[in-house]
């Protein structure tokens, strides 16, 4: 048995839902927080030295064993990240961008690392436009070499490495190589979406080769899945840091790649690629401190504008799950989105007026526009007026270590597999980013959402993202780390989160497992989850809504600080999901 299957079948037994540490039977009067519990099915995985939640068990064991190692939070971050790169390709990614929030518990300095990924130099408002009809090509916006933007993940994931973590690039790399080099064991749920997207995987002749064999079949489940060519490229970077990737051998695959196919990627953008680290957009709700991402994420400034809006309101009280609740939610987050449409894009391009959008002032005047009794149509609710000066398969994961650091980290290729280009002689998938631009005013982009001046294409922009990674504070300590993929409903997905913890007082279990709700201004519609209370939306109907059944909503990966211990929770809404604690 080779190392690779050994270490799938150890993730296997260290998150088959036993709780790290054993506790004695909860007996009547046992303390609500107590680790074993029987009053309720929903139980966190429990820690005290430290807790790895992300989408693929094997990728938290990776994270586990760095921690074990003595290495601290952002080296088990960093080796996460890598390691979702091969058994994750839908989502996990070193050709794509994303967000990381960090909390270092020796300063107590929160902040966040943008490694989003840009338009090229040679993009512009146009480049998606058709010169005959003025229509936007879709296909070449969202499947072309031109939808590739400049990948950020292997610059952010070093540079969180480089300035906060502990251990070498070597060292932490070292998993995700063996991952790809000796393979792992093909899941039921990555086969299916492989097959799933033949049409779109079968495209280019590198990506078919990778994911379908001579027969042309997906790859099998329980089948050992190779990746030789992604395992030298992270090689490469292991051994020449990542020089390698933005202006050396893989830059040229890269180039190479686009030129063959009329892209817009040149080594020139490769090789100017900067990571910015940005203060964390923060606000309070009910006591807590909120940290989140702040442009060119829409995520952190929504999740806190609606924070503020919903703190007028006795939601406990509303019950969970009400219809009072669902329709107070749901008029909330119509209004941040309108919002969004108008005053979000790229900080570096658009002066995006966050002070007035997460201001409680702001805040308090939406709560006073909702009527709890009735419905404002989508068509009667407009951005609104700041003062003068001012994927669905993404995928997260959360970790924290012993000395109480935390990292949040969402990161993407946009559309499940990206633009499905693989790089030949570099194996791995390039993102479609720049569907996520406003490619012409009015014309909703990627997940239906509606943009306009602030998030149009320009060269060396970042576009607008709804990624939220979040910590919520109880007395300068993360007491929640949590964050979610699912496009649009990022946002609204990690919101309930923070209500179904501070105000109905959920275990993570339960306010993980909690059936969501999502709208978002247009289509004027109320998105949800087939686990969702059926009288509440009965109630809903009756109001007016245009209530939608949905599939799974985000898949939130959290940790939660009480009482001395961590305790962990991945979200089941995506198969293979796994939490693992450290004693």
């Not at 610059?155 to 906060?164: D, E, F, N, P, R």
């Not at 970077?237 to 020089?243: R, V």
């Not at 894009?345 to 909702?370: C, M, R």
């Not at 279990?509 to 201004?521: K, L, S």
């Amino acid at each position: 048995m080779n190392r690779a299957v050994s270490l799938c079948l150890l993730a296997a037994l260290l998150v088959s839902g036993l709780p790290a540490l054993a506790g004695k039977p909860q007996q009547s009067g046992t303390p609500k927080h107590s680790i074993l519990r029987y009053d309720t099915i929903h139980r966190p995985l429990v820690g005290e030295g430290g807790m790895v939640v992300s989408q693929r068990a094997i990728a938290s064991e990776v994270g586990a064993q760095i921690l074990r190692q003595g290495g601290n939070a952002i080296d088990a971050a960093v080796g996460v990240g890598f390691a979702l790169a091969v058994v994750l390709p839908r989502a996990g990614n070193i050709g794509g961008g994303g967000f990381m929030l960090l909390h270092l518990a020796d300063t107590q300095r929160t902040f966040t690392i943008d490694y989003r990924e840009t338009a090229p130099l040679a993009a512009n408002e146009d480049v998606f436009i058709d010169g005959e009809s003025g229509d936007v090509d879709h296909q070449a916006q969202r499947a072309s070499h031109r939808s590739v933007a400049v990948p950020g993940t292997v610059a952010g994931l070093h540079h969180a490495l480089s300035k906060y973590g502990t251990m070498s690039l070597d060292e932490v790399l070292k998993p995700a190589i063996l991952l790809a080099r000796d393979g792992f064991l093909m899941d039921y749920d990555t086969s299916s979406a492989i097959a799933t997207r033949k049409a779109m995987l079968s495209r280019w002749k590198s990506t078919e080769a990778l994911f379908f064999g001579s027969n042309g079949k997906a790859v099998e489940p329980g089948e050992l899945f190779v990746q030789p060519e992604l395992a030298n490229t992270l090689q490469k970077i292991a051994e020449q840091g990542i020089d390698a990737f933005y202006r050396g051998a893989i830059a040229r695959l890269i180039v190479d790649e686009m030129q063959r196919h009329d892209g817009l990627i040149t080594l020139q953008d490769l090789a100017s690629y900067r990571v910015f680290e940005r203060e964390a957009v923060t606000g309070s709700y009910r006591g807590y401190k909120i940290a989140s991402m702040p442009p060119p994420s829409s995520g952190g400034i929504h999740l806190i504008q609606m924070l503020n809006v919903l703190e007028n309101f006795p939601i406990k009280k509303m019950g969970l799950q009400s219809a009072k609740t669902m329709h107070l939610l749901a008029a909330t987050m119509k209004r941040a989105y309108a919002d969004r449409s108008k005053h979000l894009g790229d900080p570096g391009f658009y002066p995006v007026p966050q002070a007035w959008l997460t201001s409680k002032e702001y805040g308090n005047q939406l709560a006073q526009q909702i009527k709890l009794a009735s419905v404002v149509p989508s068509s009667e609710i407009y951005p609104g007026q700041a003062p003068a000066e001012e994927s669905i398969d993404t995928t997260h994961y959360s970790v924290v270590d012993q000395w109480g650091n935390a990292v949040s980290n969402t990161y993407t290729l946009n559309f499940s597999f990206g633009s499905g280009i693989l790089v030949p002689g570099g194996g791995f998938l390039l993102n479609n980013e720049m569907a996520d631009f406003s490619a012409k005013a009015g014309v909703p982009y990627a997940f239906g959402l509606l943009g306009g001046e602030a998030n149009s294409v320009q060269p060396g922009k970042r576009p607008l993202s709804a990624m939220t990674p979040t910590m919520v504070f109880k007395e300068g300590k993360p007491m929640l780390v949590t964050g979610s993929p699912g496009g649009s409903r990022i946002i609204s997905t990690v919101l309930q989160q923070i209500i179904n913890v501070v105000d109905h007082d959920l275990n993570i279990a339960e306010a993980t497992h909690a059936g969501r709700i999502h709208h978002q201004w247009f289509p004027d519609q109320i998105e949800v989850e087939a686990s969702v209370n059926a009288d509440s939306l009965r109630i809903l109907e009756s109001m007016g809504y245009k209530v939608v059944p949905s599939g799974t909503m985000g898949s939130l990966q959290s940790i939660v600080w009480r009482d001395g211990r961590y305790y962990g929770t991945a979200d089941p809404r995506r198969p293979g999901a796994g939490a693992v604690g450290l004693r």
